[in-house]
């Protein structure tokens, strides 16, 4: 019980003086956290029905290529 007791104190003594000392996040940490929101994102998507998707999507592509009107289709025929 003694070393557990020891162990905390060097933890709580140390652990201002280390967190002083950092200047801040470096490009590998934000390196791998960008890596971790990637695969979130791609684990979500491959959850998510594809006819979903093409539901989420829809109004913008049909925006883009003006469904529903005369839009100038740039077959140029």
């Known amino acids: 019980m003694d070393m557990l007791r020891t162990l ?5 003594t140390q652990l201002p003086g280390r ?4 200047r801040g996040a470096s490009a590998l940490e934000y ?3 960008v890596a971790l929101i ?5 684990a979500g998507i491959s959850f998510v029905d594809q006819g979903t998707i ?12 003006g469904a529903g009107g005369g839009g100038s289709g740039g077959s140029g025929t």
């Open 38 to 42: 990637v695969v979130i994102v791609v």
């Open 8 to 12: 905390f104190v060097r933890l709580f």
């Open 19 to 22: 967190a002083r000392n950092q």
């Open 54 to 65: 093409d539901a989420i999507f829809q109004p913008i592509e049909d925006a883009f290529t």
């Open 31 to 33: 390196i791998v956290l």
